[in-house]
């Protein structure tokens, strides 16, 4: 029975909807179950016909906006054309345009491209990458990995070790991967509250690799993988600089440097890539989100022609990397991926994405004086709110705010604890855009 049709609170909620809900609260949940059935454009649509403002497009995912009538018209065609094919030993013909034009749209030297089905699978593909090409170059020896504090890199087991979001490790850490350090996060609230865009301090940062280096021999480390702006631990730009310095450690030192450019990637940043954003090239990327605006699962890793070459040795016939997904380059999921490149080019869409920045810094920045907050950051399309702890209940009113956001304004505000982040449409309405900043200022007013 379809819990939502009961229409409020459950009895006994953890029996009632068979749901296990991700990275949700589920028993209060439960209480009022927030039931999406409708998307169009820049709003929700909820099973009572509420219209809501998605403030976060998506999960960082939607940036042109739900329903795309392109993408939609795509998708139905390929569903109907090629609804599956494997990408083992053949391929489609869809999977290898989309390659093709996603490593065209690369920063110059990354020109492979290595088809997952979420941010999650891409970043533990990049990590076996980076192991099997120190590997195929003779320097197996190479295995550490090097994540940061406060990273994001998914859920499965090499991401979240690598990753640096403590509660998302706590359970599994009997289980993480050997062999893997941290570099520290760069939030620092003291030296750099209330930046607008990079943050000045913290270049020195970037020199825990080097450390790691000192410590470990810099030959035994294969890859450090960063999020250029870490996203999920509540948007974090780099100190300025301190991308360029990692990228000249590991040029020293023969690391590889991975971009997680799951959010980054396609227009957050105003450019295709984070990487072009920061004149930064690394040597691998992952992706996922706005590669199909959310619109059927898929990621990719986009690799330098050295990696993707290390590989190709031994006798022809003989699968030179043993990995990939059932779903690898999955003909659909490929189809709405070139119909959103389509659409990112034929609507300017990062430079409608870099037209909006100012306006969105402003409106972030107008919370700098408000009682409850402590820090403001963005950069690009990313931008964060955090609010101060509430005494004992920390988390407790960035649930609120998100609850009354929702029931209250008919707002999407995504809360990460205290954190309320967002991440507009890359072509919203700018007056749309302030009028949810308006709704979001009501509901923080009147939160204890
Ligand atoms: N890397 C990065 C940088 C991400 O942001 C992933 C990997 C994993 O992607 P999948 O597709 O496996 O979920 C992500 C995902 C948040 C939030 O609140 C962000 C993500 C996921 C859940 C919540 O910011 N990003």
């Known amino acids: 029975f379809p819990f939502h049709k009961l229409g409020g609170a459950f009895m006994n909620a953890a029996v009632e909807n068979p749901s296990w809900m991700p990275f949700t609260a589920n028993r209060d949940f439960n209480l009022k179950p927030r039931v999406i059935t409708g998307a169009e454009g820049d709003w929700y649509t ?43 030993q ?85 289980a993480l991967l050997p062999g893997v350090d941290h570099l520290r996060h760069t939030l620092d609230i003291k030296r750099n509250a209330f930046s607008r865009g990079l943050p000045e301090h913290g270049i020195e940062l970037a020199d825990d690799l080097a450390g ?12 450090v993988i960063v999020e250029p702006v870490a996203g999920s631990a509540g948007v974090i730009p780099p100190p300025a600089g301190y991308l360029e310095r990692l990228r000249e450690i590991c040029d020293e030192q ?68 043993f990995h990939g997904y059932t779903y690898s380059g999955h003909p659909v999921a490929a189809a709405a991926g070139l119909a959103t490149m389509d659409v990112y080019d034929e609507e300017g869409t990062f430079e409608q994405s870099q037209a909006l920045e100012s306006h969105f ?53 995504r809360a990460g604890m205290d954190t309320l982040q967002f991440s507009p449409f890359l072509n919203s309405d700018p007056d749309e855009m302030a009028q949810s900043f308006e709704a979001v200022r009501r ?3 009147t939160l204890d």
């Open 443 to 445: 509901v923080v007013d």
């Open 254 to 321: 023969g690391i590889l440097l991975i971009f997680d450019e799951v959010i980054a990637a396609f227009g957050r940043l105003g450019h295709a890539f984070g990487a072009q954003r920061f004149g930064v090239t690394p040597d691998i990327i992952t992706t996922a989100k706005g590669l199909t605006n959310g619109v059927v699962p898929m990621g990719a890793v986009l690799v330098r022609d050295a990696i993707y070459e290390a590989f190709m040795q031994g006798p022809a016939h003989m699968i030179e990397l």
């Open 361 to 413: 810094e402003d409106l972030l920045h107008s919370f700098a004086d408000h009682r409850h907050v402590i820090d403001v950051r963005n950069y690009g399309l990313m931008g964060a709110i955090e609010m101060a702890p509430r005494d004992g209940a920390p988390g407790a009113r960035g649930a609120e705010a998100h609850k009354q956001c929702f029931w209250d304004e008919n707002i999407i505000v």
């Open 90 to 174: 053949v391929t489609n013909d869809k999977a290898l345009k989309l390659a093709e034009r996603v490593t065209r749209m690369a920063p110059d030297g990354i020109d492979h491209c290595f088809f997952t089905n979420s941010g999650s699978e891409s970043v533990d593909t990049a990590l076996k990458i980076a192991l099997g090409y120190h590997r195929a170059r003779g320097e197996g020896n190479r295995t550490r990995l090097i994540g940061r504090e406060k990273g994001y890199h998914g859920v499965n087991f090499g991401g979240m070790s690598v990753g640096g979001i403590v509660p998302n490790r706590k359970v599994f850490s009997p």
């Open 46 to 88: 909820t099973d009572g016909g509420t219209r809501l403002y998605d403030t976060f497009s998506g999960l960082w995912t939607s940036g042109l906006g739900h329903c795309h009538p392109k993408i939609v018209e795509a998708v139905q065609k390929q569903v109907a054309t090629l609804d599956y094919c494997m990408t083992f």
């Open 212 to 223: 790691l280096c000192a410590l470990h021999d810099g030959s035994n480390i294969a890859a």
